[in-house]
């Protein structure tokens, strides 16, 4: 009896032993590491690639590694890049701050998301650098209280592509840089949406501007090309969809501008070559100021209420293609034998009173028009070259199947109301 009393307190002993060595014996698990500490942990080269989740830490990035986040990352803090060959992708930044880089060369940003609320990205002094497939959003406010999408000073050949940024002060804003491509970007509801100051060799190509103050404004820059864009609805009161500013040797081509108060303003602009553009329903196409060597050419210009508010002074316009010219091509050469003066009363009058403008196209209108090309006033702006429009004669063409079915149509209503009778 005592002999299996003890076998079963030793029994129960040696269970107690297990799982005290079981406990005891083997190391607990560790406590995660911050981002930070596995940032630390990498070596020069490596890629990180984050487990899905939410990281509330400001981070420093000091050596040139890779971060994944793979969309499924969010970051309440901010990224300090303080390295050359630095990649970020795929992390929502949903913090005050987004990415901050300076001084560094080879960084690329893709595939993020910026619902910040301070300066999404921002670099000083950044060379060779990418920024593609990003999507910022700001919050609507005044835009004293909103911040750039994406900041560049000093910088230099920067590549900005295929990303979206929408209600913030000024959509991408360069100040000192140069070497800047941006290309085929979506920019919607800021100040402006490219601001360019300072800075030269800066290309803008393909990209959609809507809903600002001004879609492109450059402002004491030299060097800049503004080619196939999409110029549209910037149209509150004194908007335009480009303004030059004090800026030379700009080529203004293959635009489409249209639907804003003023499609274009020179301000003290110099050597500009604007050609075959659509510049369609603004209120006034050319705003003129101290202008100097502008080639205004090959341009289509449809259903705009006024070609120029001002005179003929370093502006000059060669053939373009005008809506409302009446003009004849008697000798054949596709342009027409009497001048196009740009220039109107009643659009002067339209500038002063936009409510004007409901009354184009009526008789007495019409009139003053034509009063208008018969009296120029001195310095009127005139293109001695205007393209002339073919008249569309009328073509009749024929379709067995069309004819076939109203053919049908015809025996059944005939059939139809011989019953009825």
């Given at each position: 009896?005592?002999?299996?009393?003890?076998?079963?307190?030793?029994?129960?002993?040696?269970?107690?032993?297990?799982?005290?060595?079981?406990?005891?014996?083997?190391?607990?698990?560790?406590?995660?590491?911050?981002?930070?500490?596995?940032?630390?942990?990498?070596?020069?080269?490596?890629?990180?690639?984050?487990?899905?989740?939410?990281?509330?830490?400001?981070?420093?990035?000091?050596?040139?590694?890779?971060?994944?986040?793979?969309?499924?990352?969010?970051?309440?803090?901010?990224?300090?890049?303080?390295?050359?060959?630095?990649?970020?992708?795929?992390?929502?930044?949903?913090?005050?701050?987004?990415?901050?880089?300076?001084?560094?060369?080879?960084?690329?940003?893709?595939?993020?998301t910026f619902r910040t609320d301070k300066f999404p990205i921002y670099f000083d002094g950044v060379v060779n650098?990418?920024?593609?497939?990003?999507?910022?959003?700001?919050?609507?406010?005044?835009?004293?209280?909103?911040?750039?999408?994406i900041s560049l000073y000093n910088s230099k050949d920067i590549y900005i592509n295929h990303s979206i940024v929408?209600?913030?002060?000024?959509?991408?804003?360069?100040?000192?840089?140069?070497?800047?491509?941006?290309?085929?970007?979506?920019?919607?509801?800021?100040?402006?949406?490219?601001?360019?100051?300072?800075?030269?060799?800066?290309?803008?190509?393909?990209?959609?501007?809507?809903?600002?103050?001004?879609?492109?404004?450059?402002?004491?820059?030299?060097?800049?090309?503004?080619?196939?864009?999409?110029?549209?609805?910037?149209?509150?009161?004194?908007?335009?969809?480009?303004?030059?500013?004090?800026?030379?040797?700009?080529?203004?081509?293959?635009?489409?501008?249209?639907?804003?108060?003023?499609?274009?303003?020179?301000?003290?602009?110099?050597?500009?070559?604007?050609?075959?553009?659509?510049?369609?329903?603004?209120?006034?196409?050319?705003?003129?100021?101290?202008?100097?060597?502008?080639?205004?050419?090959?341009?289509?210009?449809?259903?705009?209420?006024?070609?120029?508010?001002?005179?003929?002074?370093?502006?000059?316009?060669?053939?373009?293609?005008?809506?409302?010219?009446?003009?004849?091509?008697?000798?054949?050469?596709?342009?027409?034998?009497?001048?196009?003066?740009?220039?109107?009363?009643?659009?002067?009058?339209?500038?002063?009173?936009?409510?004007?403008?409901?009354?184009?196209?009526?008789?007495?209108?019409?009139?003053?028009?034509?009063?208008?090309?018969?009296?120029?006033?001195?310095?009127?702006?005139?293109?001695?070259?205007?393209?002339?429009?073919?008249?569309?004669?009328?073509?009749?063409?024929?379709?067995?199947?069309?004819?076939?079915?109203?053919?049908?149509?015809?025996?059944?209503?005939?059939?139809?109301?011989?019953?009825?009778?």
């Amino acid at each position: 009896m005592n002999l299996k009393i003890t076998m079963g307190i030793n029994r129960k002993k040696g269970i107690l032993c297990a799982l005290f060595f079981c406990i005891v014996g083997f190391p607990s698990p560790a406590y995660a590491q911050t981002l930070q500490q596995q940032i630390d942990n990498l070596q020069a080269g490596e890629v990180l690639e984050l487990i899905p989740g939410q990281y509330s830490e400001n981070i420093i990035i000091d050596k040139a590694i890779s971060i994944n986040g793979n969309k499924n990352v969010a970051l309440l803090g901010k990224i300090e890049i303080m390295s050359d060959d630095v990649e970020i992708k795929g992390i929502q930044f949903l913090g005050q701050r987004g990415i901050v880089a300076r001084k560094v060369k080879n960084i690329k940003i893709t595939e993020s998301t910026f619902r910040t609320d301070k300066f999404p990205i921002y670099f000083d002094g950044v060379v060779n650098s990418k920024i593609t497939k990003v999507d910022i959003a700001g919050e609507s406010n005044h835009y004293s209280k909103m911040s750039h999408g994406i900041s560049l000073y000093n910088s230099k050949d920067i590549y900005i592509n295929h990303s979206i940024v929408t209600q913030v002060q000024d959509g991408i804003y360069l100040e000192g840089s140069m070497g800047v491509i941006i290309e085929g970007n979506k920019i919607t509801h800021g100040r402006y949406g490219t601001h360019i100051m300072y800075g030269n060799d800066i290309k803008l190509i393909g990209n959609d501007y809507a809903h600002h103050i001004t879609g492109i404004m450059a402002m004491m820059v030299d060097g800049v090309i503004i080619e196939s864009n999409s110029i549209k609805q910037q149209n509150s009161l004194n908007s335009s969809g480009l303004t030059l500013y004090q800026s030379s040797n700009v080529n203004i081509i293959h635009n489409t501008i249209r639907e804003n108060s003023i499609a274009v303003q020179f301000q003290q602009a110099e050597s500009v070559n604007m050609s075959e553009n659509i510049i369609a329903s603004n209120l006034l196409v050319l705003k003129n100021m101290q202008p100097k060597d502008i080639l205004f050419t090959k341009n289509k210009l449809y259903g705009n209420v006024l070609v120029a508010s001002s005179g003929s002074e370093g502006i000059k316009l060669l053939a373009n293609t005008y809506d409302d010219y009446g003009g004849e091509d008697f000798d054949g050469d596709g342009y027409g034998d009497s001048e196009y003066i740009a220039t109107s009363t009643f659009g002067k009058w339209v500038l002063k009173n936009e409510h004007y403008q409901y009354f184009i196209g009526n008789t007495a209108t019409e009139l003053l028009n034509k009063m208008d090309k018969n009296i120029a006033e001195e310095n009127t702006l005139v293109d001695m070259m205007p393209v002339s429009q073919e008249r569309q004669a009328w073509q009749l063409s024929f379709s067995l199947n069309h004819f076939s079915i109203g053919i049908s149509l015809l025996v059944l209503l005939i059939f139809s109301w011989r019953r009825l009778k």
